[in-house]
T-cell receptor
Framework: AQSVTQPDIHITVSEGASLELRCNYSYGATPYLFWYVQSPGQGLQLLLKYFSGDTLVQGIKGFEAEFKRSQSSFNLRKPSVHWRDAAEYFCAVGAGNRDDKIIFGKGTRLHILP | NAGVTQTPKFRVLKTGQSMTLLCAQDMNHEYMYWYRQDPGMGLRLIHYSVGEGTTAKGEVPDGYNVSRLKKQNFLLGLESAAPSQTSVYFC???????????FGDGTRLSIL
């Protein structure tokens, strides 16, 4: 069975600084990988997903993520954060079958300093 | 363009009471899901549906039942509420696979 770990519970960065949120997964084959964002009081929004192909994936809101098989990682990056990016971010992993369920990480809460 | 709508948004129940949470989507999606979100736990899948008239168990199905009589609606029922079911419940839908794409804003449920 697949599993996913987000090592950082909280991350604080200054507005305008770059961001990297870590995600590590465990799965024997090539997984499907996702990043979601949750703003306070709202549901989750899909930022980006990786199924196959180019390991650098572009998403919405200026985010990107890179799949690194050798490190079992799918880290989320943004070159310059805005105060609106303050939210909770969830990484999720699927078993490589589009009909299988996905497992969510426990989330990383991003705080932005003005 | 409503997307995924959950009702109610808040509810307080006493232990042993029953209730139904309603989820409606207007995107003609085949797949619908119910998740619960607890502090420090991420989202856990309760039940899901791959089409009208179908339901299946997720990671944490005990104490919950679901029905998908119409494609656009997915109901989550608690037959006898317990304090351990205090949580925020999210409904989601998608047009492919079992990877949720569109989420509702959640239902905050407290069981006393």
């Amino acid at each position: 069975a697949q599993s996913v770990t987000q090592p950082d519970i909280h991350i604080t960065v200054s507005e305008g600084a770059s961001l990297e949120l870590r995600c590590n997964y465990s799965y024997g084959a090539t997984p499907y990988l996702f990043w979601y964002v949750q703003s306070p009081g709202q549901g989750l929004q899909l930022l980006l997903k990786y199924f196959s192909g180019d390991t650098l994936v572009q998403g919405i809101k200026g985010f990107e993520a890179e799949f690194k098989r050798s490190q079992s990682s799918f880290n989320l990056r943004k070159p310059s954060v805005h105060w609106r990016d303050a939210a909770e971010y969830f990484c999720a992993v699927g078993a490589g079958n589009r009909d299988d369920k996905i497992i969510f990480g426990k989330g990383t809460r991003l705080h932005i300093l003005p | 363009n409503a997307g995924v709508t959950q009702t109610p948004k808040f509810r307080v129940l006493k232990t042993g009471q029953s209730m139904t949470l309603l989820c409606a989507q207007d995107m003609n999606h085949e797949y619908m899901y119910w998740y619960r979100q607890d502090p420090g736990m991420g989202l856990r899948l309760i039940h899901y549906s791959v089409g009208e008239g179908t339901t299946a168990k997720g990671e944490v199905p005990d104490g919950y039942n679901v029905s998908r009589l119409k494609k656009q609606n997915f109901l989550l029922g608690l037959e006898s509420a317990a304090p351990s079911q205090t949580s925020v419940y999210f409904c989601a839908s998608s047009y492919i696979g079992r990877q949720p794409q569109h989420f509702g804003d959640g239902t905050r449920l407290s069981i006393l």
